[in-house]
C-alpha cells in the first residue's frame, strides 16, 4: 500500500499531500467494499435515534443509500459541487416532508460516526495508521457534514422567502363597497413590511376613488404590538391628510385589553365594534340611508 | 417663485405650482392672512397637488397658516397631498392635527360649502 511508502516524520508538504490522497483511496476502497453493511448500520442507527420520522423506513433506506454513495464520491474526489448540487435536490425533496435541519445534521453526523467506528475496527491493531487515516478522513468528512448542512439550511431560506414573496403578493384588497367608500379587510400577520404596503395600496386607492370614508376591519388579526397598533394609527393618519376619514372595526377584546394595557393612544381613531356597525357608520357619515322594503310591496 | 392667490367668491385659493424655498412659504403665509381680511374672505385653501416633498417646515408654515386664518375668521383646508408625501409625513410624525384636509381642490371646495351652510343653520 502506498501510504507505508509515506515517511511520517518527513514533514514535506507534497509528499504529505500524496499521503492524504492515498490514504483517502484506500479509506473510499474499504467503504465501497462494506457499503451494504455501514449503510444498513446507518439506517439502523437513524431509525433508533428517532431521525427522519415523517418518512417511512424504506425512503429512509433509499435516501441513506444515495447520501452514501455520494457521500464515499465526495471522499474520493475530494470536490463537493456534485455533493453540493445533490444536498440542494435532497434538501429539495425532503423539506415539504417536514424534515427539521436538525435531523439532516444528525444524519450525516451518524454517517460519519458510522464510517470513523468502521475504521476503528478496521485498523484497530494499527494505532498509528489509524491515526492517519482519521487526520485524512476527518476533515473532508467534517466538510461534507457542512455542506450537506449548509445545502439544506440554504434551500429552507430559499423556500421561506419564495413563501413571504408568495404571501406579500396574496397581500390586502382594497374594495369599493359603495361611492366613496373603502373596504380594507386586514388577515393575519402585520409586520413592518407588509405595514407598510398596506399603507401605500391603500393611499393609492383612496386617491383613485376619490374615497371619503375607509373601513378598516382588523378581525382577523390574530395579536397586536405597539409596532403593529403605531403602523395602525400611522395609516389612519396618512389617509386623513388625503382627506378620508378611516373607521378601525372588529378589535377582539383580547387586543383591546393588550392596547390598553400598553398604553397605545387609540383617542384619534374612530372604532366601532364590527364590520357591519363599521360600514353603517360610514355609511352615515356619506348621508346613505338604508331603508328596507315596505312588506308586500314590489322589489 | 410666488405663489398666485386667487380670489373665487367667499374663498381664497392658493396653488402651489412647484418646490418652495423656506422664504416662499412665509411670504405665501403673510399674504394669505393679510388677504383673508382684505377680501374678507370665509376660506382659505392651499393646494399642495404639486409638492412632492414636504419637509417640517412646509407643514408648520401650513398649520400656521391655518391656525392664522382662523384667528382672522376663515377655515383652511389643505387639498392635494400625494400618497407618498402623506406617508412619508406620517412617518415623520407631521400629521397636521386639527387640520381639514381634502382630497382634492373640488373636495375642498364642498367641504368649505358645507361649513358654511352649517355656519348659516347655526345663525
Do not use: C
Not at chain 1, 118 to 135: A, M, T, V, W
Not at chain 1, 232 to 249: D, F, H, K, P, S
Not at chain 2, 11 to 20: D, E, G, R, V, W
Not at chain 2, 30 to 54: C, K, N, P
Amino acid at each position: 500500500m502506498t501510504a507505508k511508502e509515506a515517511n511520517p516524520s518527513q514533514p514535506g508538504g507534497k509528499s504529505r499531500t500524496e499521503d492524504t490522497a492515498a490514504l483517502l483511496r484506500e479509506l473510499v476502497a474499504h467503504l465501497r467494499q462494506n457499503r451494504t453493511q455501514l449503510r444498513e448500520e446507518w439506517a439502523r442507527r437513524i431509525t433508533q435515534a428517532k431521525l427522519l420520522t415523517a418518512m417511512t423506513e424504506e425512503e429512509v433506506f433509499a435516501e441513506a443509500t444515495s447520501v452514501y454513495d455520494n457521500y464515499v464520491e465526495a471522499l474520493e474526489t475530494g470536490t463537493f459541487e456534485a455533493l453540493q448540487a445533490y444536498s440542494r435536490n435532497l434538501s429539495e425533496r425532503i423539506i415539504p416532508r417536514g424534515v427539521e435541519t436538525h435531523e439532516v445534521v444528525g444524519i450525516v453526523l451518524l454517517l460519519r460516526d458510522t464510517m470513523a467506528r468502521s475504521l476503528f475496527g478496521k485498523y484497530h491493531e494499527d494505532f498509528e495508521k489509524l491515526n492517519r487515516i482519521l487526520d485524512a478522513y476527518e476533515p473532508a468528512a467534517n466538510r461534507i457534514a457542512n455542506t450537506v448542512a449548509v445545502g439544506f439550511v440554504q434551500e429552507r431560506e430559499r423556500i421561506i422567502r419564495q413563501q413571504q414573496e408568495a404571501i406579500r403578493e396574496l397581500s390586502t384588497p382594497v374594495l369599493q363597497v359603495r361611492e366613496r367608500l373603502l373596504i380594507l379587510p386586514i388577515i393575519g400577520v402585520i409586520d413592518p413590511q407588509r405595514a407598510r404596503q398596506l399603507t401605500e395600496q391603500l393611499l393609492r386607492a383612496i386617491r383613485a376613488n376619490r374615497a371619503k370614508v375607509v373601513v378598516i376591519d382588523i378581525t382577523g388579526v390574530a395579536a397586536m404590538d405597539s409596532n403593529v397598533a403605531n403602523h395602525l394609527v400611522q395609516t389612519v393618519e396618512a389617509a386623513r391628510l388625503l382627506g378620508a376619514t378611516v373607521i378601525v372595526t372588529g378589535l377582539s377584546p383580547e387586543i383591546a385589553q393588550t392596547l390598553v394595557t400598553i398604553g397605545v393612544d387609540l383617542s384619534e381613531m374612530a372604532t366601532v365594534g364590527d364590520l357591519q356597525g363599521g360600514i353603517e357608520e360610514a355609511e352615515r357619515l356619506l348621508g346613505y340611508k338604508v331603508v328596507p322594503l315596505a312588506e308586500g310591496q314590489p322589489a | 417663485m410666488e405663489v398666485p392667490i386667487l380670489k373665487q367668491g367667499d374663498y381664497l385659493i392658493a396653488s402651489i405650482q412647484s418646490a418652495l424655498t423656506d422664504a416662499d412659504l412665509s411670504q405665501l403665509r403673510e399674504a394669505l392672512v393679510e388677504r383673508v381680511g382684505r377680501f374678507r374672505s370665509r376660506g382659505v385653501i392651499v393646494d399642495v397637488t404639486a409638492l412632492d416633498v414636504m419637509d417640517s417646515f412646509a407643514v408648520r408654515t401650513l398649520r400656521d397658516i391655518a391656525h392664522m386664518a382662523r384667528l382672522r375668521g376663515a377655515e383652511t383646508v389643505i387639498v392635494g397631498i400625494q400618497p407618498e408625501v402623506a406617508f412619508a409625513m406620517v412617518q415623520l410624525g407631521l400629521t397636521l392635527k386639527g387640520i381639514a384636509t381634502a382630497l382634492d381642490l373640488e373636495e375642498g371646495l364642498n367641504f368649505l360649502n358645507r361649513r358654511g351652510k352649517e355656519r348659516v343653520d347655526r345663525a
